[in-house]
């Protein structure tokens, strides 16, 4: 069983993104050329209304560093209250994870419109960096570690 | 107490004021005491009303009685936490006041498990005798309170249509009982019983017991956040646990109509297993334990009436009611949020402009 490589460290940090504002402000930033890091995985869904306190938990148990949810600013869902119940539960995930090690900054919600791609870009930067500094969630041997270099 | 309470539950279905009754009741056995529907005043006699076992919560069994219109009006006897559990699943429209009777009580407290086996099986121990320790003082009993109950510092009812007053009244001076709603106050006027005082000393108890269960309850609280503040801790803590599904099917507020770990989410392809292992080391079976718990608490901690009836049920003897109440605590104050009380559930409302601290990414 290979041991934690905390030097190598590559935090695994699962993006949530809404289609209508997150994911094309992704896919902006990739048709602009804009890097940001493979750490972050997107999981591309409609609305982050759609996305149950399960994703998150799971994501967490399945060995992620960090979980972000992102979509419409407040006002610009295009199902009108999707980011409010969103946002209900991301204040539940924030109030429970953390009495179980999952520190709070590890557990983020966003609002990106579709045409930021350059925020998308810099924020899922920063975040990693932040991520990257936290160290790993659960320290345990992962197979899914992206080896540095 | 027992035969003043018995009296008046007759009286109440003779004047009207009640079709049936569910009253704590002895059982075949003769030892469990179990809620149990009554329509006829002559099965009153068999009633044990302040005995301090803890079976089965009936909210559940309320809202089993009141989903639908029974065309009959029935009285319910339960504890503060029933109570509240019960109002929790009312504003789910999975039960109805219209044809209840709510009675609350001061709470008689119950034993842990292994200490309502002795209590039952101590011939001679009757539940006069019970309430006679406990009401003029709650830790007098010298026998082990299950630790749900010795944490829980909402001990009198609330939102109940009669509420019983036990707190400071000398048991051989009968119950003093007080009306909660309009409709506790016209069945009051149709018994037509004595007025008096509120027993002396009921508030100063009261504000005793809570005090001493907020301690108990921080104490409870630093050790079981001591044992479960990571994965791996929390993974440790239900090292037992089989996956037997005991603390959702007691739990009166657990509400899902059918549970997603009944569904087919959870019956996963053999080689995801496999996958699993490979990734792992181990993966225990059956899996997903740590998942089904967590799920657990983001399901129904802000509806968490700490009534203990999930450690009751575990047949690992694993604490659950203890982590279950302190991750309740911080849910309910994060939304502020009281059970029991007739705000709308956190997660039936939502508004445009709420908890900006949980956004943004700095």
Redesign the interface.
Known sequence: MEKVDLENFEPVIIAFVCNWCTYTAADLAGTSRLAYPENVRLVRVMCTGMVDSQYVIKAFLEGADAVVVSGCHPGDCHYINGNFKARRRMKLLRSILPMFGIDRERIRLTWIGASDGIEFAHIMTRFTEQINEMGPCRPRPQSTLIKAG | MEADLKNLMISMMEKGAADALVLPMKQADGQSVMPALITSPLEVEKAVFLWPSFFINTARMASCLSFKPAGRKTAVWMRPCEIRAFTELVKLNQASRDELVIMGMDCPMALDKKACRDYMEAKGETADHWAGQVYPDPGSSGRTVSLACSVCTSPVAVNADLNFLFYGSPPDKGAAVEAGTDRGREILGQLALDTGETPQGREKIIKALVQARETAFEEMAEGV?RA???????ETFFGACINCYNCRNVCPVCYCREC?FNTDVFSHEPIQYHQWA????QIKLPSDT??YH??R???M??ACVGCGQCTRACPSDIPVASLFS??AR??Q???DYVPGSDDPP??TE??????QD????D
Not at chain 2, 358 to 361: D, E
């Open positions: 956040s479960t503040d990571s994965l791996d801790k929390l997603v490979d990734k792992w080391g740590l998942f967590l799920t608490l983001a399901h901690s802000h302190i991750v911080a849910t104050a994060a939304f956190p997660f939502f508004k445009a402009d709420e908890y949980v956004v943004g990414i």
